[in-house]
């Protein structure tokens, strides 16, 4: 099992923009081709304008090919020209991530 750990950060006072577009768009093609994630939050204390989420796969191929299907989908690659032009993110990183053997997600 392995988890894609990403943050978005946005530009300032454009997060609630941000948010509103993915949770109305993006978020039911997600749940669509990736299944619900594993964890959705926003920085409240720290670096400010931050989005970061958690989605869970069986691996590193069940990613690529549930992500690949999600990006040959007309109707994602339109949701991601809204974000492009809509321009509300200043950066993106992801990071995948393997749990330590004394950490169960199912809990």
Request: no cysteine; hydrophobic share 40%; proline share 7%.
């Amino acid at each position: 099992m392995i988890f894609d750990h990403r943050v978005y950060t946005a530009r300032p006072n454009r997060l609630n923009d941000f948010l509103k577009l993915y949770e109305d768009v993006g978020l039911p093609m997600q749940r669509q081709y990736l299944g619900e994630p594993f964890g959705f939050f926003q920085t409240h204390i720290g670096e400010l304008s931050r989005v970061v989420h958690l989605w869970k796969y069986d691996s590193l191929a069940d990613r690529e090919a549930r992500r690949d299907a999600m990006e040959a989908d007309p109707a994602w690659q339109a949701y991601r020209r809204q974000v492009v032009e809509a321009d509300p993110l200043l950066d993106m990183r992801n990071q995948i991530l393997k749990p330590v053997s004394f950490f169960n997600p199912k809990g």
